[in-house]
């Protein structure tokens, strides 16, 4: 099966190369875990390659993204004039319309009401696979998917909203990084929904070990290839991530 290298640092040793090319993998973390440098990392090495990048991002504006990872010293902003790297801001999908039959049906009436416009997730899908195609991307990055789950009440509604996500990034035939949420402590976690329908895991997770703070990365779940399944340790350096594939965490 054809790889694709992610260019970080001892990542690529576990995977035995690089993720399947063309698939579509979930990265897990808790917070301050290190997902969004780990993605956009995976976008900027990329770029070393001539594939071209795009960055979906949920929760954040293109210039907050920028800007939190501004000490890595990646010149997102040259990468991005050059059209090594595009954005798409798709942070609307976080916000939940309010109608004021909601309120009133109970007969409560809010102090205010604002109404934001409203971003579906099939207008998000059309328009990554529009810049997919106009712009040749080879790597894509959403980040959070959590946004999108949180628009869905229904269990089943979730899991056919991330059916059609993940369906329609394999359909553009880019490889891609999905970023989610840990929800719980790694002793109590429960597989999420996306786990189930992502082609490949990526666990990201910091614990406290004899007083210190141990950062570790497991490769949960990667279809069709061969890969190391232990927990490893790695590091957020001044480079980004780097991964030390031969060190073990016990856990």
């Not at 790889?3 to 995977?15: A, F, H, S």
């Not at 090594?84 to 916000?95: G, S, V």
């Amino acid at each position: 099966m054809d790889r694709v290298p992610t260019g970080i640092d001892g990542l690529d040793e576990l995977l035995g190369g690089g993720i399947p090319k063309g698939r579509c993998i979930l990265v897990v973390g808790s917070p301050g875990s290190g997902k969004t440098t780990l993605a956009m990392q995976f976008l900027r090495n990329g770029t070393t390659r001539e594939e071209r990048g795009l960055y979906v991002t949920m929760d954040e504006s293109p210039d907050q993204i920028k800007e939190n990872l501004s000490a890595f010293r990646w010149d997102l902003d040259k990468l991005e004039r050059e059209g090594k790297l595009f954005f798409i801001d798709a942070t609307p999908m976080r916000r939940v319309r309010t109608r004021m039959a909601d309120f009133t049906e109970q007969n409560v009436l809010p102090s205010v009401t604002v109404l934001f416009p409203e971003l579906t997730l099939k207008d998000l899908i059309r328009t990554v696979g529009r810049v997919v195609d106009e712009e040749k991307i080879q790597r894509i990055v959403v980040d959070p998917v959590t946004s999108i789950m949180l628009r869905y009440e229904k269990p089943s509604n979730r899991r056919r909203a991330m059916l059609m996500l993940f369906d329609a990034l394999a359909s553009t035939g880019c490889s891609s990084f999905v970023t989610t949420e840990l929800r719980t402590a790694m002793l109590y976690r429960s597989f999420q929904i996306e786990e189930f329908l992502s082609q490949g895991v990526i666990l990201l997770h910091s614990r406290l070990h004899e007083g210190n703070v141990v950062r570790a990365i497991q490769i949960e779940k990667m279809r069709g290839i061969s890969h190391d399944m232990q927990w490893r340790p790695y590091q957020i350096a001044a480079g980004g991530i780097e991964v030390f594939p031969r060190d073990r965490v016990f856990r």
